[in-house]
């Protein structure tokens, strides 16, 4: 039987619309799935550092002396950053140990930190900001002595070549063993920062360690 053109025509085109409907059903369907699972890039948003701010806060987390040791602060630049890093702790102490709103009051302290330094400033400070992590990290020369322990230029120079090598074996080191490893990279870092300073400089830093060492001990 054959069967009109005008028919078969018909029968075609309700089957191309019948196909595109059932399509359309299809992404309106899924439209809800893909909008979670693709993310949408947002243009001239930055990314986000790796590692954060440090495992101390960064200029945050840096005793006033400390900086001040480091960029040779003025008074006023003193008392502002000693107001921001203390409505910082009180910012914290609120947030409850909410990790995220820590780690985003932190990121706007060290920017309004940064603020307040001149720009020769904020440059020797991102210089030396690494060194002296570094330092505090494996207790070669913590955060809080490095007023008194007067690191001199040729010091520095020397602490900064070994730094930058034990930056590079931790990361070389795979992330299940940082752990294990880490520690006796710090080690060795702090065995070679003593070679480098005096006996009095040595003495201040055991010094600085004493009193909580002993307040460790009277609390067991």
Same mark, same amino acid.
């Not at 140990?97 to 930190?113: C, H, S, Y």
């Not at 603020?115 to 440059?123: G, H, N, W």
């Not at 065995?191 to 004493?210: G, N, P, R």
């Given at each position: 039987?054959?069967?009109?053109?005008?028919?078969?025509?018909?029968?075609?085109?309700?089957?191309?619309?019948?196909?595109?409907?059932?399509?359309?059903?299809?992404?309106?369907?899924?439209?809800?799935?893909?909008?979670?699972?693709?993310?949408?890039?947002?243009?001239?948003?930055?990314?986000?550092?790796?590692?954060?701010?440090?495992?101390?806060?960064?200029?945050?987390?840096?005793?006033?002396?400390?900086?001040?040791?480091?960029?040779?602060?003025?008074?006023?630049?003193?008392?502002?950053?000693?107001?921001?890093?203390?409505?910082?702790?009180?910012?914290?102490?609120?947030?409850?140990?909410?990790?995220?709103?820590?780690?985003?009051?932190?990121? %706007?302290?060290? /920017?309004?930190? $940064? !603020? #307040?330094?001149?720009? &020769?400033?904020?440059?020797?400070?991102? =210089?030396? *900001?690494?060194?002296?992590?570094?330092?505090?990290?494996?207790?070669?020369?913590?955060?809080?002595?490095?007023?008194?322990?007067?690191?001199?230029?040729?010091?520095?120079?020397?602490?900064?070549?070994?730094?930058? %090598?034990?930056? /590079?074996?931790? $990361? !070389? #080191?795979?992330?299940? &063993?940082?752990?294990?490893?880490?520690? =006796?990279? *710090?080690?060795?870092?702090?065995?070679?920062?003593?070679?480098?300073?005096?006996?009095?400089?040595?003495?201040?830093?055991?010094?600085?360690?004493?009193?909580?060492a002993g307040k460790k001990k009277a609390n067991l």
């Open positions: 039987m054959l069967w009109p053109i005008s028919y078969l025509k018909e029968t075609r085109m309700n089957c191309w619309n019948r196909a595109a409907l059932a399509v359309s059903a299809l992404l309106v369907m899924s439209a809800p799935i893909l909008a979670q699972t693709t993310p949408v890039a947002t243009p001239g948003a930055a990314a986000a550092p790796k590692g954060g701010q440090g495992r101390r806060g960064g200029m945050a987390g840096l005793p006033v002396s400390a900086i001040d040791t480091l960029v040779k602060l003025t008074e006023d630049q003193k008392t502002k950053i000693t107001a921001v890093q203390g409505k910082l702790k009180t910012d914290v102490a609120a947030s409850a140990g909410d990790r995220a709103k820590t780690r985003e009051l932190t990121t %706007a302290a060290n /920017e309004d930190i $940064k !603020a #307040v330094l001149t720009p &020769d400033q904020q440059k020797t400070l991102a =210089e030396k *900001l690494p060194v002296v992590m570094l330092l505090n990290q494996s207790k070669a020369v913590p955060a809080g002595a490095l007023g008194d322990v007067k690191l001199t230029a040729d010091q520095m120079v020397k602490i900064k070549t070994a730094a930058m %090598a034990t930056q /590079e074996k931790m $990361k !070389a #080191v795979a992330k299940e &063993d940082r752990k294990t490893k880490n520690p =006796e990279i *710090l080690a060795d870092f702090k065995t070679q920062v003593d070679t480098i300073l005096t006996a009095y400089q040595k003495e201040t830093v055991s010094k600085f360690h004493a009193p909580r």
